[in-house]
């Protein structure tokens, strides 16, 4: 029973390790093979799964949406056309219900954001042996296909926009309007220590609460794979009970993607929401 219990603990650990590149112990710049290691190399490890996926999701991204403006017809549309049309129309009036003042950005922006977000998350539905085995083959040690289940892809992404919150804060108030903003609410200018760590507060808030909501989901939902996986594991080896086993798999396998699409989908739409909502507050002065 240990061994058995030592060998799923290692299959988990291995399936939530970044492929890592950083300062190895010995001196030199390269790839971690174990996750002690990893942990090692500090602050300025690149986790490189999460940074090529990232990259390669927006790449097909800007390739479809390419494809669709460059062959748009006014008589009677491509399915490619169709999707990017309602896609285009169902952000637009997302947008417009969130977002009061005008700004041209916002709406590129939110469907950047929800369909690189969607993108990321989407990865979830892999199996989570696959990808894996088949870098293993190629002698990559790790590889986490699920950039969102990485905390430095989301804070990433959420300090992004919180960096475009202040400048546009900045920008539509002026700095004085926005240092007023943060010392003389909501108890005016008797209440500046008070106001200052109030406001602070909730301004530094919201790049954490929209970093952590979209990974801790996805993180969940990954690791509920990888134990759903591990019933196969153990079907593996059993004599009694296997067939069980198996057929437990594959329902809570399936059942369980098919309501991760609804996560999937649901964490790219708040995080879109969460973000015009916020530069919305950043285009408004308090009253």
């Known amino acids: 029973m240990s061994s058995e219990a030592h060998t799923s603990a290692e299959y988990i650990k291995h399936h939530l390790q970044n492929l890592t590149y950083g300062h190895l112990q010995n001196g030199t710049w390269g790839i971690a093979h174990t996750p002690e290691e990893a942990k090692a190399m500090g602050f300025w490890a690149l986790n490189l799964d999460t940074f090529l996926m990232s990259l390669l999701l927006g790449t097909?991204?800007?390739?479809?949406?390419?494809?669709a403006a460059k062959s748009i017809s006014t008589g009677t549309p491509s399915g490619l056309q169709n999707f990017c049309e309602w896609a285009i129309e169902f952000i637009d009036t997302s947008v417009r219900g969130s977002f009061t003042a005008k700004n041209d950005m916002i709406a590129p922006l939110a469907l950047t954001i929800f369909f690189w977000v969607f993108a990321m998350n989407l990865m979830d539905l892999l199996p989570v042996d696959y990808v894996p085995m088949l870098m293993h083959e190629l002698g990559v040690p790790?590889?986490?296909?699920?950039?969102?289940?990485?905390?430095?892809?989301?804070?990433g992404?959420?300090?992004?926009?919180?960096?475009?919150?202040?400048?546009y804060s900045i920008k539509m108030k002026g700095l004085g309007g926005f240092a007023g903003e943060l010392t003389l609410q909501p108890f005016g200018k008797?209440?500046?220590?008070?106001?200052?760590l109030l406001e602070g507060v909730n301004l530094i808030a919201?790049?954490?609460s929209l970093a952590l909501r979209l990974f801790g989901n996805m993180y969940a939902g990954e690791m509920i794979f990888i134990l759903i996986a591990l019933?196969?594991?153990?079907?593996?080896g059993a004599t009694l009970g296997g067939?069980?086993?198996?057929?437990?798999?594959?329902?809570?396998?399936?059942?369980?993607?098919?309501?991760h699409i609804l996560i999937v989908t649901l964490q790219a739409f708040i995080f879109m929401t969460l973000t015009v909502v916020y530069m919305d507050m950043a285009h408004q002065e308090h009253h």
Do not use: C, E
């Not at 790790?142 to 804070?155: I, L, R």
């Not at 300090?159 to 475009?164: A, R, T």
């Not at 019933?231 to 593996?236: I, N, P, S």
């Open 206 to 208: 919201k790049p954490i």
């Open 157 to 167: 992404m959420a300090i992004g926009v919180f960096l475009l919150v202040l400048y």
């Open 190 to 196: 008797w209440g500046m220590p008070v106001n200052l």
């Open 142 to 155: 790790f590889f986490k296909v699920v950039p969102s289940t990485d905390p430095n892809a989301t804070f």
């Open 243 to 259: 067939a069980t086993l198996y057929g437990s798999q594959i329902l809570l396998s399936l059942g369980w993607a098919i309501f």
């Open 60 to 67: 097909i991204i800007m390739f479809v949406f390419h494809r």
């Open 231 to 236: 019933m196969g594991g153990a079907w593996a």
